[in-house]
């Protein structure tokens, strides 16, 4: 019995005090800055040094590139993530010496099939609202475009 009031108690105690819910789907959840969500790929700026795939601990990322005709250096063909084994750690994007791969704060991957997890190259460059904004900044301070 003393178990019950003191439940009661404690309910009528939280119910006058402000609620801290939130609304998710019809508006979005503020996400703190350092929040690693999605990444974001910028094939233009991939140089293919495969740092990304060699450091990733679960192997999710897969990635091909062939030798520039004209140029010294690598262009991109295939980048793959799999976002079933992801656990979204940064480590690609620690390693990434041309900051190719960036994180954002877009968290939503919910899908009824596995298939629908696996992203590719076009995917990863269109995810790009909610880039983190230290990756909005270069080396020099300066913002990016």
Same mark, same amino acid.
């Given at each position: 019995?003393?178990?019950?009031?003191?439940?009661?108690?404690?309910?009528?105690k939280t119910?006058t +005090?402000?609620?801290?819910t939130?609304k998710?789907?019809?508006?979005?959840?503020?996400?703190?800055?350092r929040?690693?969500?999605?990444?974001?790929?910028?094939?233009?700026?991939c140089?293919?040094c495969?740092?990304?795939?060699?450091?990733?601990?679960?192997?999710c990322?897969s990635?091909?590139?062939h +030798?520039?005709?004209?140029?010294?250096g690598k262009?991109?063909?295939?980048?793959d993530i799999?976002?079933?084994?992801?656990?979204?750690?940064?480590?690609?994007?620690?390693?990434?010496?041309?900051e190719?791969?960036?994180?954002t704060?877009?968290?939503?991957l919910?899908?009824?099939s596995?298939?629908?997890?696996?992203k590719?190259?076009?995917?990863?460059h269109?995810n790009?609202?909610?880039?983190?904004s230290?990756?909005n900044?270069?080396?020099?301070?300066?913002?990016k475009?």
């Amino acid at each position: 019995m003393m178990g019950l009031i003191k439940g009661m108690g404690v309910t009528l105690k939280t119910m006058t +005090k402000k609620k801290v819910t939130h609304k998710y789907p019809d508006e979005p959840i503020p996400m703190p800055d350092r929040f690693r969500g999605i990444q974001h790929l910028d094939p233009d700026q991939c140089i293919v040094c495969n740092q990304c795939a060699r450091v990733c601990p679960t192997d999710c990322i897969s990635l091909t590139g062939h +030798k520039h005709p004209e140029k010294r250096g690598k262009v991109l063909d295939t980048f793959d993530i799999n976002f079933e084994i992801c656990i979204l750690c940064d480590l690609c994007t620690e390693v990434c010496p041309t900051e190719a791969i960036v994180m954002t704060h877009q968290f939503e991957l919910a899908s009824y099939s596995r298939d629908d997890l696996y992203k590719n190259l076009e995917w990863l460059h269109q995810n790009n609202s909610g880039i983190r904004s230290e990756n909005n900044v270069n080396a020099r301070g300066v913002k990016k475009k």
